[in-house]
């Protein structure tokens, strides 16, 4: 069945960094586009940042660009968020999802979220 695992959250002071990862399984990874979206306490959920089947085309929430990168490997069915200077605003719990494209279009899928808490 369709699996998306992510790891990688924790706890982690202000200007600290953390990467995290999201293993996907039962789907054709390579043709769908990887999002990691967040959702802090009070909040809703939003798109932190995204990148094409291919990996060609990213794009991040103006809020992390700079300071954030994704990344995928389609050969090891991964997605990676690397997370550099972070800052308590970025506390949260990430979540991976995949949206299919192509003859996948309308497949949409999540992973159950990891916690990133940032703070002295």
């Known amino acids: 069945q369709v699996q998306l695992v992510e790891s990688g959250g924790g706890l982690v002071q202000p200007g600290g960094s953390l990467r995290l990862s999201c293993a996907a399984s039962g789907f054709t990874f390579n043709r769908y586009v990887m999002n990691w979206y967040r959702q802090a306490p009070g909040k809703e959920r939003e798109l932190v940042a995204a990148?094409?089947?291919?990996?060609?085309?990213?794009n991040y929430v103006d809020s992390v660009k700079g300071r954030f990168t994704i990344s995928r490997d389609n050969a090891k069915n991964t997605v990676h968020l690397q997370m550099n200077s972070l800052k308590p605003e970025d506390t949260a719990v990430y979540y991976c999802?995949?949206?299919?494209?192509?003859?996948?279009?309308?497949?949409?899928?999540w992973g159950k979220g990891t916690l990133v808490t940032v703070s002295s």
């Open positions: 999802n995949a949206r299919g494209t192509g003859s996948y279009y309308g497949m949409n899928y």
């Open positions: 990148i094409t089947s291919a990996g060609n085309g990213i």
